[in-house]
Each structure stands twice: as C-alpha cells, then as structure tokens.
C-alpha cells in the first residue's frame, strides 16, 4: 500500500473539517493520523480509510476531535481503469454532492436521510476522493458476519425495508424541488439512466467490464447444476440449462433499465448487508441488542429505476430461501408502508406504484432479477471471510486482477464440495433459479421468462 498518510492532503482535510462544525474558522491541529478502515474485496473498488483530525474553534482553549471516513480510488491500475470505465465514482459523487443536498431541501428536518454525511469530496475522470461521516464513530456497525452465510435476521430486514422506504420516497420528494423543466432525475442527470456496467454491448460500443467473471460464474453454475439431484441435472444433460442461460445477461440488463411507466425512484442499487450499518440499542450491561437504525453506504451503482431493483437485490442478497418463503410479503408491506409514510411527512403526494401492483411486479417481470443476482453473487458473498480477504496484506494487483476474472468460482468450488451448510444453501439457489427459468420443466424452454424477450 505505501503510505496511507500520502492519500489525503492537508488542505484537503481543512476543507472536509470546515463543514463539521459550519464554520470557516475552524483551526485544524497537527496530529492528525490515517489508517486503513477496510481490506481486501470488501472495499474492491476503493481504498477506504479513517482520518482522526483533532482541532480548535477560536475562543476555545478546548481541543475536539473527529473521524472521517475517507473513501478514494485503488491504486491498482487495473481496478483504477475499470472504476473509470464504470463511473461508478461519478455516480456516487452525483448522490452525496446533488441528490443529498436536494433530499435534504425537500425534507426539511421532517426526515433523517439514511446515509453518512458527506463533508468534502471531488471527482473527475483520473481521481476521485469523498471526506464522510464514520458510521462506526457515530455509534453504527456492521452486522455479525455470520449473517454472510445464515443470511439476516427478520429484525434487521425489517429496518432494511423501512430504510429503503424512507430512501425512495427522499429520492421521490426531491426530484419534486427540481425545476420541472429539467426533466427530473433523468432529465438532469442523464448518468442515473445510464449503464456502464449492465448492459448488452451493440455496435460500437466498450465490452462489458465484468464480461469475464459472468462468464465464469454462469460457467461454475452449469457445472454444479450437474451435481444437483432433480431438475438442476436433468436441465444440464438435456441442454435445457445451457439454452435459457442465453437469457440471463440480456434479462438482467432489461430488467435494469428504466421504464416509462413512471413507477421510477432513484435506488441504491447495490443493496446488500455489506452496504450498510445498524445501530443497535444497548442492553444494562452495554451489549448490543435489537438494530434501531441503518444507514447506508457504497451508492455507486445507483440508478433511477423501478424499485424493485433494490427489493430483489436486498432480499436475494442478504437472505436465504426459506426466510423469504416464510417473510418476503410482510417484508415488501413494511416497505411500502415506510414509503408511503415517509411520502405524506414530506407532502409529496402517493407512492408512485400501489402495493398490489408492486407485488405483482416483485412476483412476476422483475423476480428473475432477483434470482439472477443472486445466482451471480450469492455463493460468492457466502463465502465470508474467504472472499472479503481481510487482511489487507493479502491483497495484491494479481490476486485483484483474478478475482475480477473469475468471481472467486475456484473458491467457490471447494467450499461447495467440503462444506455441508454452505452446498446446502447454494443448492437452495440453484433450485429455485432453475424453477423460475423452466417453470414446468425441461419442456418449457420456449416460455422461459429468461427468453421471452429475446429475438429468436
């Protein structure tokens, strides 16, 4: 890594430290220091640090002091060229440095906006660095890692959906603060339409980024199928599975755009358990107990789109099959209900999709995007430790350059065959991927949802 203190800039922390009292005159101390806050594949498309700063208002003999947490691109060439070709920096800059101050404006102090303040920040083509809000400072942490394989709990998914509600309906009220001529958040700012990442290339245009780990996955996945009493290993030795997986990328990418049904909210679009951070209420002897709060983080892949592109997300990510089989309604009821609240405090009119109506869509159209992210990243995230490497010497431009390649099958091979629990729940995925893309069997290859849409 180097030197971690080479990252940030003097001048660059006076700024950020400006905006946490208000005030121009702050007077910023000498000893401030800068280590590394995350490792490895946990923050893959960023180098992530906490900056202690101390300092002194004028009139106060007192010293105070602040942690910021300080977000800035790789210094691997390699994922410096894929964050770029992505702009996923460019578009979470867009959030914290247009959307939060208009959610903001729009709320009024009516809503807490669920995300870390962003105190400084700038962006361009070559480098990008944001100044932010510890969430760990401020009392919030990350769920049990455990979770990673046994998927969250009722109690923070409950929180997760209010949050989401609350997300959504900020991003709704905002966009009515906008002048009407701009076209709101698509109009304004084209780059929430945009993909850069999921999308099928046409003429002319760049290769997909992660073409070379989707293969790979959808690879391993067709292999493992063949392992899969029942319909996953009829599916593979009849060519039924390798046909409908025709139809997983160019599905996923139309499932992502937007629609012009107006039933458009800006999402975060990359809502999974290690996106985000709870607070939880103390018990008498100081331990952590229920989640009370979430806020959420790494919104770089967020779009204005159908909503349920962050509930499908959420849900397929950070939970297993039987709890959403169990609790996925009363889930999305609390989403919409958290919405339409949040929606009637701000005085910005109805949700603009009813409850039947988003779950007719969360159960029909838009559910293969769920299974199919899943399919794509589940048995990878449930790796644990094994795919968040954390430690940060571990990490290397090679080891880097791999993962990007190949999605961590190599890891995700061995655990499946030397670990019960974990071949358990990748079965569970890989079952009801396989019901969702042949719904009645190896004889329904023509009506799968993955192809309905595509020319033959």
């Known amino acids: ?46 180098i992530i640090l906490r900056v202690r700063v101390s300092y002194r208002l004028p009139g106060h003999d007192e010293a105070k002091s602040h942690v910021f947490f300080v977000k800035t691109m790789s210094q691997f060439e390699y994922q410096r060229e894929l964050m770029k070709t992505s702009r996923v920096f460019s578009k979470e800059w867009l959030v914290f440095s247009e959307v939060a101050p208009l959610m ?13 303040a962003c105190y400084h920040g700038n962006c361009n083509d070559d480098a990008a660095i944001f100044y932010m809000e510890d969430l760990v400072d401020s009392g919030y942490r990350a769920a049990d890692r455990s979770y990673l394989s046994d998927g969250l709990d009722y109690a923070h998914c409950s929180l997760v ?57 959808i690879q391993n996945f067709k292999e493992l199928c063949r392992e899969v009493d029942g319909l996953p290993k009829e599916a593979e030795a009849s060519g039924a599975l390798e046909r409908v997986l025709e139809g997983v990328w160019p599905t996923l990418c139309r499932l992502k755009e937007t629609p012009s049904n107006n039933r458009n909210v800006l999402v975060h679009g990359d809502c999974w358990m290690n996106n985000m951070m709870f607070r939880y209420e103390k018990g008498e002897e100081g331990e952590a107990k229920e989640p009370v709060d979430v806020k959420f983080f790494d919104l770089q892949l967020s779009k ?50 009813s409850l039947s109506d988003l779950k007719t869509d969360l159960k029909g ?29 571990d990490m290397t431009a090679d080891r880097m350059e791999d993962f990007f390649n190949t999605g961590s099958t190599p890891q995700i091979k061995v655990r499946f065959h030397n670990d019960p629990k974990y071949r358990c729940n990748v079965e569970d995925i890989m079952r009801e991927f396989v019901d969702m893309a042949l719904p009645n069997g190896l004889e329904s290859v023509d009506s799968s949802p993955l192809l309905s849409q595509m020319v033959n």
């Open 365 to 393: 159209e838009y559910k293969p995007y769920g299974l199919i992210m899943c399919m794509f990243f589940s048995p990878m995230m449930m790796l644990g430790d094994e795919f968040l490497l954390p430690n940060a010497d």
């Open 161 to 217: 959906m209010k949050g989401l509600g609350k997300f959504h309906a900020l991003s709704l009220a905002a966009e009515k603060t906008m002048d009407p001529g701009k076209g709101g958040w698509a109009g304004a700012f084209p780059e929430f339409v945009r993909e850069y990442i999921f999308y099928v290339p046409g003429p002319g245009d760049p290769p997909v980024a992660i073409q070379n780990m989707v293969d790979s996955m």
């Open 1 to 46: 890594m180097g030197d971690l203190s080479s990252i940030v800039t003097r001048e660059e922390v006076l700024k950020a430290l400006r905006g946490v009292p208000g005030r121009e005159d702050v007077h910023l101390l000498d000893d401030y220091t800068v280590e590394r806050a995350s490792s490895g594949v946990e923050g893959f498309t960023s």
């Open 104 to 116: 903001a404006k729009a709320s009024a102090g009516r809503v807490t906006i669920p995300l870390p």
């Open 304 to 353: 204005y789109c159908h909503p349920s592109i962050d509930l499908l997300y959420f849900m397929y990510l950070s939970t297993r099959r039987p709890f959403r089989e169990k609790y996925f309604g009363s889930l999305i009821d609390e989403y919409h209900q958290s919405l339409t609240e949040n929606l009637r405090v701000l005085e910005a009119g109805p949700p603009p999709i």
